[in-house]
């Protein structure tokens, strides 16, 4: 399990250095997906299967969600449709794929050596110690994020919602 924590790492910093120095934002958030991936399988190495689930299902899930939203939102045109035709060039994909397919080795060479004594140590993390933790000690700050998270919704929203309206003066008037 050592080396799947390793890998794993390895795999989340390179694809996160990708997040980061990638000027289009098609291949960044290609590369997120998978750094995103490459930690929930870290969660998995130290025993976290929990944390490591969350991680797929609200980061990685939630990415492509609003990767779509972001999609459907925006005013396409015959260009736009051009150059994500170009996007689909096995180039795009290349690294993405690489960095998964590595992840997916460590996957399948860590069920299948199935051995405990690989296993690093650690306290399990179940869904009654997260949710213990969350609303207890931490309650103050889940509440504020949950706000923060809300107030930056709306004003999403809002902005989305008035740049898109034409304005209301007329060429005569002053």
């Given amino acids: ?14 694809a996160t250095l990708r997040v980061i120095t990638s ?9 997120l997906i998978v750094s995103l991936l490459a930690v929930a399988m870290v969660f998995f190495a130290l025993g976290a299967p929990f944390a490591g689930a969350l ?7 939630a990415i492509m969600v609003l990767f779509v939203f972001v999609v459907m939102m925006l005013n396409l045109n015959e260009g736009v449709a051009a150059q994500e035709r ?10 993405p794929v690489a960095l998964a397919t590595v992840l997916l080795l460590v996957l399948i060479t860590t069920l299948w050596r199935g051995d405990v004594d690989l296993v ?13 933790t969350l ?17 930056a ?4 929203s809002h902005v989305g919602r008035t740049s898109s309206q034409p304005s209301n003066t007329r060429s005569g008037e002053s």
């Avoid at 919704?153 to 999403?156: D, G, I, M, P, Q």
């Fill in 86 to 95: 170009a996007w689909l060039g096995p180039r795009t994909w290349l690294g």
């Fill in 135 to 151: 609303f207890g000690p931490w309650l103050i700050a889940v509440e504020l994020a949950a706000m923060l998270l809300l107030a």
């Fill in 153 to 156: 919704l709306v004003t999403a």
């Fill in 55 to 61: 991680e797929v299902i609200v980061y990685a899930g």
């Fill in 23 to 31: 000027t289009n934002p098609i291949h960044a958030l290609l590369y």
């Fill in 1 to 14: 399990m050592e080396i799947a924590f390793y890998l794993s790492g390895l795999v989340a910093v390179l």
């Fill in 120 to 132: 690093i140590e650690g306290e399990t993390l179940t869904a009654k110690v997260v949710g213990t």
